[in-house]
């Protein structure tokens, strides 16, 4: 399911810019770029994130001009956030659940709806031919972006070092 909404969400960012390579030295002036497009496109700057994979992570625990050692209170560490920079929660999220060749997604909460249409499961107790508990389930989901919002989503694809 993250992986479907992620697609959806970087697939309708209302910004993309050409995909560049991403580097110790680049990434901070990058993210502070994205960060000064969505303020002119009158982005809300409270609750927005920034989703990077663990590769990008390194790059940014590199980067002279981001300091990573922020104390993150307990509850904001359950919902995945590792730091903060440029006033945006940084969520470190697998490669897997990304769009391949994924820089950053910074992403407001008013941009991406996400429905689970059906959410169902059955649980067997020692059906035939099975010792234990059998589980069915199903799931039914999908993503939108909003139109009038998809400018509060700013995706940077990172170009593969040559």
Known sequence: IDKYIYGVM???AGTKPTAL??????IYDEIVKATEIMDDKGVPETDRSII?????????????DITMETDIGNDLRLKGVIAIVDG????KIPAVRLPQDCGFLIAHPVA???PVKLDEYKIHQDPPGISGELVEGRIVY???VRDNK??????????AAA
């Open 112 to 114: 991406t709806v996400a």
């Open 10 to 12: 970087a697939t309708n």
């Open 142 to 144: 999908d993503a939108f």
């Open 52 to 64: 990077v994979p663990p590769a990008v992570y390194r790059l940014m625990k590199k980067c002279p």
């Open 150 to 159: 998809k400018y509060a989503i700013y995706y940077q694809q990172n170009k």
């Open 88 to 91: 945006m929660s940084v969520i």
């Open 21 to 26: 390579t991403l580097t110790e030295e680049n």
